[in-house]
């Protein structure tokens, strides 16, 4: 074949709402080579979804390609009946959600589903699929893969599902793989290891690989050209030294600015004409004094543990201790702890042994069921990984922010409530007019401003923030951030901030814990710590890190390198 394997030409695509029609696409032109991995980069809502929808045909009933063509090996697939694409899907071209969880029948083992997927392109028995997927499973180098072939996605990790999910997408031996945000949710060292395997499959089967995210990083280390979108058009193309380098565009210099990197500043994630405000601000706050001796610690955790019926501890002799206004870190990857020693420390859940100590007042002792009825519950507040889960479908923004204050704070329905939900909502730059709006009516960076504004609600003295920004564009991370850091400058707010991204945790946090396993294994002052690392697993997340700045990683590289054939399975 010669020629590219697919092109875009102009395309648009329009989507029938309430509302009228909405154009999410708007005059893509693009290629791509055969072996070719491009980078498909932009926000939410900028279109890079939806181009993959359409080049699959899997576009929602009421989405429909208004004009332009998709050659796919010089066949404009636009035109093709259904029952001809239907051949195409799978065998020659696939796709990879980015939900794996939503992606996967909950009810049907995942080996039958890779067999179903192998059934439904090629003639084979049941038996000669079985023994196939069980092949693929080996490929994705996943763990114990003969037992695996038997589990159901609940009893399987992210990083585990979205093997099966690579497994699925390969087993005809497409010519062309869609990854739609493959590694959201994942912690750095299991994205690394995900998307080494998909560089390495892409390059063993000849597979051209389109790689849609909003992380910048990602899209410079495995990407041989890169495409920015926003609002629906394609407003630059290059290859990633030269487009995060040297952005031309101001939405690229937008994107690139707000991407941290490991010598970021809160401060450096706003284009020029944002940080003069933003220092102004900072400059407007208190400073918060350097605590006197003998001033007891906000929180003083000893020994803490968690222990299941089966298995090894979730965590085990974990001590740690904050004083008022300090921001903390935990990380490490997925599994090892964090979220279940946050949830202690909130009083979610029990622990099985140890002590915490809040203002010098024993509360571990108290059970966690009974914890709401506590004076200190409201000085002790979370928020959230997904505010989609978190915050009620039937509650308006004003209600899931109120409702804290009804029942931690004694508050009654009226006026004063009313300004005070309204006072949240203005701290955290959330617009009066959207609080009468329910969750589904609010867009990923709004969300995330009501689960905070419902968080600081009571005024709390300690936050605890469970991967407060995993899922949110990088530019309203940013603001998500500075928000952040300003609350707790104003309110000598301590923050626990849990999260897999280390250059946030850097630029947020005074002092870092890693945790593996359920153990400390490492800690201290945040940027001394990543800068030079102590331990090889505290080195090893720093360097499955993607950085914008750094060189890209040819797919040759890193395919062909020594020690190919022995990335860790999950």
């Known amino acids: 074949m010669t020629g590219p394997l697919l092109q875009i030409e102009d395309l648009h695509v329009t989507f029938s709402t309430r509302r009228g029609l909405v154009e999410a696409v708007r005059g893509v032109t693009l290629s791509l080579d055969q072996g070719e991995m491009l980078g498909l980069v932009g926000e939410s809502g900028s279109g890079k979804s939806v181009t993959g929808f359409a080049t699959t045909r899997l576009l929602d009933v009421a989405g429909r390609v208004t004009a332009g063509r998709i050659l796919f090996r010089g066949q404009d697939i636009t035109k093709i009946a259904d029952s001809d694409f ?36 090629k003639r084979m028995s049941k038996e000669d699929a079985a023994e196939e997927a069980l092949k693929l499973l080996r490929a994705v180098q996943i763990r114990d893969p003969e037992k695996r072939m038997t589990a159901y996605p609940h009893e399987l990790s992210g990083g585990m599902c979205q ?220 928020v959230f990984q997904d505010p989609n889960e978190s915050l009620n479908p039937r509650f308006t923004a004003f209600d899931c922010i109120a409702h804290p204050l009804l029942r931690l704070s004694g508050m009654r329905p009226g006026d004063v409530l009313r300004q005070r939900v309204e006072q949240c909502a203005q701290r955290v730059g959330l617009p009066a007019e959207l ?23 009571c005024q709390p003295r300690l936050l605890v923030l469970d991967e407060p920004t995993a899922a949110l564009d990088v530019s309203v991370q940013a603001v998500v951030l500075q928000l952040l850091d300003r609350l707790r400058r104003e309110d000598d707010l301590a923050l626990l901030f849990v999260s897999h991204d280390l250059n946030v945790v850097r630029m947020m946090c005074d002092r870092t814990i890693v945790l593996r396993n359920g153990c400390v294994v490492e800690q201290g002052e945040s940027r001394a710590l990543f800068d030079n690392p102590q331990t090889a697993y505290t080195r090893e997340l720093v360097d499955a890190v993607p950085h914008i700045g750094g060189a890209p990683a040819a797919a040759a590289a890193q395919v062909t390198g020594p020690g190919v054939n022995n990335v860790r399975s999950l």
């Open 86 to 121: 239907r051949v195409l899907h799978g065998a020659a071209m696939s796709m990879i959600f980015q939900n794996p969880r939503a992606a996967l029948n909950p009810i049907r083992a995942v080996g039958l589903q890779i067999a179903d997927a192998i059934l439904s392109h």
């Open 163 to 382: 093997r099966v999910m690579i497994a699925i997408a390969i087993s005809c031996n497409p010519m062309l793989l869609i990854a739609d945000e493959p590694t959201t949710g994942l912690d750095v060292t299991t994205q690394k290891v995900v998307m080494d395997l998909l560089v390495r499959i892409a390059a063993d089967r000849g597979m051209a690989t389109i790689l849609i995210t909003h992380d910048l990083g990602l899209a410079a280390r495995y990407c041989q050209r890169v495409v920015v979108m926003e609002q629906g058009r394609l407003v630059e193309e290059a290859a990633p030294q030269t487009l995060f380098r040297h952005p031309r565009h101001a939405y690229t210099r937008r994107l690139v600015a707000a991407s941290p990197t490991a010598t970021s500043r809160i401060a450096d994630l706003v284009t020029d004409d944002e940080r003069s405000h933003y220092l102004a601000m900072l400059a407007a706050c208190k400073p918060r004094p350097a605590p006197a001796a003998g001033t007891p610690l906000l929180l003083d955790v000893k020994n803490l543990a968690k222990r299941y019926d089966q298995g090894p501890p979730a965590v085990a002799d974990f001590s740690m201790a904050m004083a008022a206004g300090e921001s903390v870190g935990l990380v490490g990857e997925s599994g090892s702890g964090k979220t279940t020693t946050s949830r202690m420390i909130c009083r979610l859940i029990d622990p099985s042994e140890g002590t915490i100590l809040f203002d010098g007042e024993s509360i571990g002792h108290l059970p966690a069921r009974d914890f709401h009825r506590s004076p200190v519950r409201k000085d002790i507040q979370i």
């Open 435 to 457: 609080l009468p709006r329910f969750p589904h009516q609010l867009s990923g960076g709004q969300k995330a401003r009501v689960g905070i504004a419902r968080a600081i609600a």
